[in-house]
Nanobody, 122 residues
Framework: QVQLVESGGGLVQAGGSLRLSCAAS????????MAWFRQAPGKEREFVAG????????FYTDSVKGRFTISRDNAKNTVYLQMNSLKPEDTAVYYC???????????????WGQGTQVTVSS
């Protein structure tokens, strides 16, 4: 069983930065691929970024490439999402997820956090 707790969301002006953190319980953290998804009001939950268990490979949706960076610290059981050059369209609830492999499909993830709100004002 893995429990995930996100933090770091908030209100920021367009062009600003935020860093999200996701703390995971359990001793098998380094075996899990981790990902960030987001869900805006009235929209489907969408893949934002993913990282393999070792951290060697990362994946991003096109709209955040060059602006967001996913990373992990296996010693701290934590995954991060550094978000720079934020835009109003990045406004959403951001969710952390854990699964066996990185996938853009939310159905492939076994564990989810409760989400953290990110609001970007114009």
């Amino acid at each position: 069983q893995v429990q995930l707790v996100e933090s770091g969301g908030g209100l920021v002006q367009a062009g600003g930065s935020l860093r999200l953190s996701c703390a995971a319980s359990g001793r098998s953290f380094s075996r899990n691929a981790m990902a960030w998804f987001r869900q805006a009001p009235g929209k489907e939950r969408e893949f934002v970024a993913g990282i393999t268990g070792t951290g060697r490979s990362t994946f991003y949706t096109d709209s955040v490439k060059g602006r967001f960076t996913i990373s992990r610290d296996n010693a701290k059981n934590t995954v991060y999402l550094q978000m720079n050059s934020l835009k109003p369209e990045d406004t959403a609830v951001y969710y952390c997820a854990a699964g066996a492999t990185v996938s853009r499909e939310k159905s492939q993830y076994d564990y989810w956090g409760q989400g953290t709100q990110v609001t970007v004002s114009s």
